[in-house]
C-alpha cells in the first residue's frame, strides 16, 4: 500500500464545476504538499499546508492531520485548471500518484 | 528568473553514454533535492544535497547515480551508462533550509531520453 493515496485518479468536469481531489496518508507528517503538473511542463507548488485552511484564487486546500487527510478544492473551474495535481508529504517528499484532471468548455 | 534552473531541458543519450543533469537552485537556497518521473508513474524522491555534502541518498540506485552540489556551480546528477530504464523526467527542487514545514521549489525538469 502507498504511504500516500490520491483519488480519483482520472476526473473529467464540464467548465464552471466544483471538484474535489482526496488525499490520505499513512505516515506521521507535519506539513502538506500540494503540487499541480501541466503536460510537458515543469512542476508547480499550490500549497504547503500543516493544519486547516488555505486558499489562493479559486484553490482551497483543507488539511486534517488527525485524520491523515486532505483535500484540494477547486472553485468555478476552467479549461485552464486541467493538469495532474499532485499531493506531496514530509520534507523529503513522499509523493501521491497524482490525480489527471480535465475540464472541457 | 530567480527560479530553479535545471538544464537542458531535454537530453538525448545513446545505451552506454554518460549523462549530465544540472541544477542551479534558487538564490539563497542551499538545500537541493532531486527527483525521478518514470514514464506512467508518480514523482520518487531520489537524492538530497546541501553544499558539499550528501545527506540522504537513500532513494538513489546503487549503481550507475552519483549526485554532487560542489560549493561553487549547480548540483550535478551524474548518469554513467545510461540503459533505457533512465529514460524518465529528472525534477531537481531546492529550498532555503531543511524541514517540513519549508517549501520546495521546483525546476521544469529535464527529460532523458535513452535510444
Known amino acids: 500500500k502507498n504511504e500516500v493515496e490520491q483519488s480519483p485518479q482520472n476526473l473529467t468536469a464540464q467548465e464552471g464545476e466544483f471538484i474535489t481531489i482526496n488525499c490520505s496518508y499513512s505516515v506521521g507528517i507535519s506539513a502538506l504538499h500540494w503540487l499541480q503538473q501541466h503536460p510537458g511542463g515543469g512542476i508547480v507548488s499550490l500549497f504547503m499546508l500543516s493544519s486547516g485552511k488555505k486558499k489562493h484564487g479559486r484553490l482551497i486546500a483543507t488539511i486534517n492531520i488527525q485524520e491523515k487527510h486532505s483535500s484540494l478544492h477547486i472553485t468555478a473551474s476552467h479549461p485552464r485548471d486541467s493538469a495532474v495535481y499532485i499531493c506531496a508529504v514530509t520534507d523529503k517528499l513522499i509523493f501521491g500518484t497524482g490525480t489527471r484532471l480535465q475540464v472541457f468548455p | 528568473n530567480a527560479g530553479v534552473m535545471q538544464n537542458p531541458r531535454h537530453l538525448v543519450r545513446r545505451r552506454g553514454q554518460e549523462a549530465r543533469l544540472r541544477c542551479s537552485p534558487m538564490?539563497?537556497?542551499?538545500?537541493v533535492y532531486w527527483y525521478r518521473q518514470l514514464p506512467e508513474e508518480g514523482l520518487k524522491f531520489m537524492v538530497y544535497l546541501q553544499k558539499e555534502n550528501i545527506i540522504d541518498e537513500s532513494g538513489m540506485p546503487k549503481e550507475r547515480f552519483s549526485a554532487e552540489f560542489p560549493k561553487e556551480g549547480p548540483s550535478i546528477l551524474r548518469i554513467q551508462q545510461v540503459v533505457r530504464g533512465d529514460s524518465a523526467a529528472y525534477f531537481c527542487?531546492?529550498?532555503?533550509?531543511?524541514?517540513?514545514?519549508?517549501?520546495?521549489?521546483f525546476g521544469d525538469g529535464t527529460r532523458l531520453s535513452i535510444l
Open positions: 538564490k539563497g537556497h542551499s538545500h
Open positions: 527542487a531546492s529550498s532555503r533550509v531543511q524541514g517540513d514545514l519549508e517549501p520546495q521549489h
